[in-house]
């Protein structure tokens, strides 16, 4: 059973994924929190670093042809959701992939580290 936490995490994830589906750059952001971090899972190394940031960077993502993406898989860990994602673009007929695990406080992403499997 899910506790109170978990369903925060996940709702917020949710709208966050929602609102990447609809190119909305402004209500990804809103998902983070304004000193949130994306980091590169595999170097450790910041990609992201701020709300404003996370905005600007995906508002130029989200210009891209028939961009999408869908769950593949999800697991729930003590404060982290990580998603296994499937990426999908007009200019690639195969999806690609990433993996993505989103550490959620107080109804906010605080920090994400994500792993590009395939580009998409």
């Known amino acids: 059973?899910?506790?109170r936490?978990?369903?925060a995490s996940i709702e917020v994830i949710r709208r966050q994924l929602e609102a990447y589906n609809r190119?909305?750059?402004?209500e990804f952001a809103a998902c983070y929190a304004p000193e949130a971090d994306i980091l590169d899972l595999h170097t450790?190394?910041?990609i992201l670093s701020g709300?404003?940031?996370?905005q600007a960077r995906f508002s130029k993502r989200f210009?891209?042809?028939?961009?999408?993406?869908?769950i593949a898989g999800r697991m729930l860990l003590p404060g982290l959701v990580v998603d296994s994602e499937r990426?999908?673009?007009?200019?690639?007929?195969?999806?690609g992939a990433a993996l993505v695990m989103y550490?959620?406080?107080?109804?906010?992403i605080r920090r994400s580290w994500v792993y590009r499997i395939l580009e998409g």
């Not at 190119?23 to 402004?26: K, Q, R, S, T, W």
């Not at 990426?87 to 999806?95: L, V």
């Not at 550490?103 to 906010?108: A, P, Q």
């Open 1 to 3: 059973m899910e506790n």
């Open 5 to 7: 936490a978990e369903i």
């Open 23 to 26: 190119h909305d750059a402004l």
């Open 44 to 46: 450790g190394e910041t």
């Open 51 to 54: 709300r404003d940031s996370i």
């Open 63 to 70: 210009e891209q042809a028939g961009l999408r993406v869908e």
């Open 87 to 95: 990426i999908f673009t007009d200019a690639s007929p195969e999806p």
């Open 103 to 108: 550490e959620v406080r107080e109804g906010l």
